[in-house]
């Protein structure tokens, strides 16, 4: 079992640029939900996805965007970045139900913008 | 809102020494709590959840955590640390998406 897996490990941007983070979940899961890491902080909850549609949003202008695949897998989009964009993004899989559910995280991308 | 408070930043400790890293919430409803750990340059890792029924909680490696409602507390400890145990610790509380706490660095010292 590979467990989640994230691409790209790490990243470099300039300001303005786009930039997408790809996950892949732990077999056997549906859900996937994105978080932002910044330097010295707790994660941050983005947004969840689940059967292809955002069914939770925290609290993250439009720049950020997302998508989930048939095959579970998502994507995070992040337009227009800004200096304090940079962080770790974090992935995290689960099923869909099940407050008490364990959600599995990914090693995370980290995201540098310049 | 629900929220999640750790209220040290950095604990350090000898080895073999007991620890507590302290966590509060802030949670009008009821509540499902975890404790993660992050070792440097990985992600998370669940180390133990409450979600109901007794109010201790212990993980594989030796940690436990006891939900205390009245005092809103999911403090988490451990009665001997290992050099291994050095990571940094998030309280988490489910909202129901994960609410995390600041984090607490422990160091601990051979």
């Known amino acids: 079992d590979a467990g989640v897996t994230q691409s790209p490990t790490h990243l470099i941007k300039t300001r303005g640029q786009q930039v997408t983070l790809r996950c892949s979940p732990k077999?056997?899961?549906?859900?996937v939900s994105w978080y932002q890491q910044a330097l010295g902080q707790g994660p941050q909850f983005i947004f969840q996805?689940?059967?292809?549609?955002?069914?939770q949003r925290g609290n993250f202008p439009d720049r950020f965007s997302g998508h989930q695949f048939p095959n579970y897998s998502s994507e995070l989009n992040v337009n227009a970045l800004l200096l304090g964009d940079s962080a770790l993004y974090l992935c995290?899989?689960?099923?869909?139900?099940?407050?008490?559910?364990?959600?599995?995280f990914g090693p995370g991308t980290r995201l540098t913008v310049l | 809102a629900q929220s999640v408070t750790q209220l040290d930043s950095q604990v350090p400790v000898f080895e073999e020494a007991p620890v507590e890293l302290r966590c509060n919430y802030s949670?009008?409803?009821?509540?499902?709590l975890f404790w993660y750990v992050q070792y440097p340059n990985q992600g998370l890792q669940l180390l133990l959840k409450?979600?109901?029924?007794?109010?201790l909680v212990e993980s594989i490696n030796g940690f436990e955590a006891e939900f205390n409602k009245s005092q809103t507390s999911f403090h988490l400890r451990k009665p001997s640390v290992h050099i291994s145990d050095t990571a940094e610790y998030f309280c988490?509380?489910?909202?129901?998406?994960?609410?995390f706490g600041t984090g607490t660095r422990l160091q601990v010292f051979p």
């Open positions: 995290a899989s689960t099923n869909w139900g099940g407050a008490g559910n364990e959600q599995f």
């Open positions: 988490a509380v489910r909202a129901p998406e994960l609410i």
């Open positions: 077999s056997g899961h549906d859900t």
């Open positions: 949670s009008s409803v009821s509540v499902y």
């Open positions: 409450y979600l109901s029924g007794s109010t």
């Open positions: 996805y689940y059967e292809e549609e955002e069914r």
